[in-house]
């Protein structure tokens, strides 16, 4: 409410020469906010990085394609190793002492976002690798890119043929722009709705459960289960439209990283819905390189496993988030026996795919998808495996219906609030809409109806206040 205005003020009057400047100032002074001392390990990653492009751009320039370029993946793996280092000891250091056992622990931070900018650093640095783009030479263009401040911690996790060739182009951009300020402005009012109406009062459903699971009954358990999945994708996906649209009121556009996930048919589907910056960060750093469908069958379903448990390590430092994207991967390898793939591994669509509406198959397609996606968010809200295999044995052992937890005011205010999402959500996956694309092309009266309704359900039903736990982002832990 303070800071994102003093931004805008000054950036919008300030010099062009001076943008690029101010923005990385103000993203430095954003999370410093959170720890002063932390910032600098983005500083470090991001100096690593910026050398390590300029020395594969110099090799590049000399190699000139005509002698082997040894040197040049020597500075890539010595680049990619470097940061996985400074990631690998502050976030999973603890997780191996207690998997070997030792006893001891580190007494260390988790940096918020680091695993955010950390893939976004070497993204970068890959795509230069790879000749996709050419190395930044301007250290404060390069740091901008790696600290923006709408999308540092917790993503969309930006690549530098996006973001960074708009922050070389900053000084062009025309900032006032009526609709584009608009969109952005609409964007960030829906981001807070589904993070302070939905996400957070579904919270308190879910942690109360959570505290003591072995207290309630089946219904009260299932009713927890189907509630965290709503808390994390608005949470997740609140931040991210928070995240686009501010970008947007100051001239940037970045990836869309959620697209009616709970929509999907399939478990491949889900995944092209769901943390879109990711998975496909993941496609095209990890599963591609690794052979990808190039390499047989068999190969395939390796690559797939493997990105599959890599990315459910990425998300959190203990063995429940690696089983949960085993179970995704074990899952997405089950549906794979019923798809049918042409000859170099690509899957054959069906005509089905093509009609319009529901028919029951696809209707039956998208129940069993959703089930299975409950099921594996158990493991991933879980403290550990062997929380995740107790409450599961809870469900099957307790019977009968306890207290909602939640008063029946707060339950018809959370009603509320997943018909609005999936009225938006319906939207989007018949229209192709996003809520600003949406409202901006109705009636200037139903555009404003719709904007000042979620204003006022954010103020009025909005989780806050000096009697409220504040919830931070439950991706800013990753």
Excluded at 175 to 193: K, Q
Excluded at 401 to 425: K, Q, S, T, W
Excluded at 458 to 476: L, R
Aim: positive net charge; contains cysteine.
């Amino acid at each position: 409410m303070f800071f994102f205005p003093i931004v805008c003020a000054v950036y919008f009057v300030v010099p062009r020469k001076l943008r690029v400047l101010w923005l990385l100032v103000c993203s430095y002074a954003f999370y410093m906010a959170w720890n002063v001392k932390y910032a600098g390990l983005m500083a470090v990653s991001t100096l690593a990085t910026y050398v390590s492009g300029l020395a594969l751009d110099n090799a590049q320039n000399e190699l000139k394609r005509t002698v082997p370029d040894s040197s040049r993946k020597a500075i890539l793996a010595a680049c990619i190793v470097f940061n996985l280092a400074i990631l690998g000891v502050f976030k999973y250091g603890n997780m191996v002492l207690s998997t070997l056992h030792s006893g001891r622990t580190l007494d260390l931070l988790l940096p918020v976002g680091i695993s955010f900018y950390t893939f976004q650093a070497l993204g970068y640095i890959i795509d230069v690798y790879r000749g996709d783009i050419r190395a930044e030479h301007n250290l404060l263009r390069y740091a901008l890119f790696v600290s923006f401040f709408p999308q540092l911690v917790a993503g969309p996790i930006e690549r530098s043929r996006n973001l960074l060739t708009q922050v070389q182009t900053a000084h062009e951009t025309k900032l006032w722009n009526a609709d584009r300020v608009t969109r952005g402005a609409i964007l960030m009012v829906w981001g807070f709705f589904l993070k302070m109406v939905i996400s957070d009062r579904a919270a308190l459903l879910v942690d109360a459960v959570w505290e003591a699971p072995e207290s309630y009954g089946r219904v009260t358990l299932l009713l927890a289960t189907f509630a965290f999945t709503l808390q994390i994708y608005c949470d997740f996906g609140g931040y991210s439209a928070i995240a686009i649209g501010a970008a947007r009121i100051l001239g940037f556009d970045l990836m869309e990283n959620f697209n009616t996930p709970y929509l999907a048919t399939s478990i491949r589907d889900f995944w092209s819905r769901w943390h879109i910056s990711l998975s496909t960060w993941f496609r095209d750093y990890l599963y591609i390189p690794l052979g990808g469908n190039r390499k047989g069958e068999g190969r395939r379903r390796v690559n797939l496993l493997i990105t599959f448990l890599v990315s459910g390590l990425w998300h959190g430092a203990d063995w429940s988030f690696v089983l949960w994207g085993g179970i995704h991967g074990l899952g997405q390898l089950v549906e794979d026996l019923f798809t049918r793939r042409d000859r170099s591994g690509r899957v054959v669509q069906s005509k089905r795919t093509h009609r319009r509406g529901i028919d029951l198959v696809t209707f039956i397609r998208w129940g069993i998808t959703l089930l299975f996606v409950n099921f594996a968010w158990i493991f991933f809200r879980a403290p550990s495996i062997g929380a995740a295999v107790d409450f599961l044995k809870l469900f099957v052992r307790n019977g009968g219906v306890n207290d909602l937890v939640l008063p029946i005011e707060e339950l018809r205010i959370l009603a509320l609030g997943i018909a609005v999402l999936a009225i938006f959500d319906l939207i989007k996956r018949r229209k192709g809409q996003t809520p600003d694309d949406y409202l901006m092309t109705r009636r200037l009266s139903t555009e404003w109806g719709v904007i000042i309704f979620l204003i006022v359900c954010i103020f009025v039903f909005g989780e806050y206040g000096p009697t409220f736990d504040p919830k931070a982002f439950i991706y800013f832990q990753f």
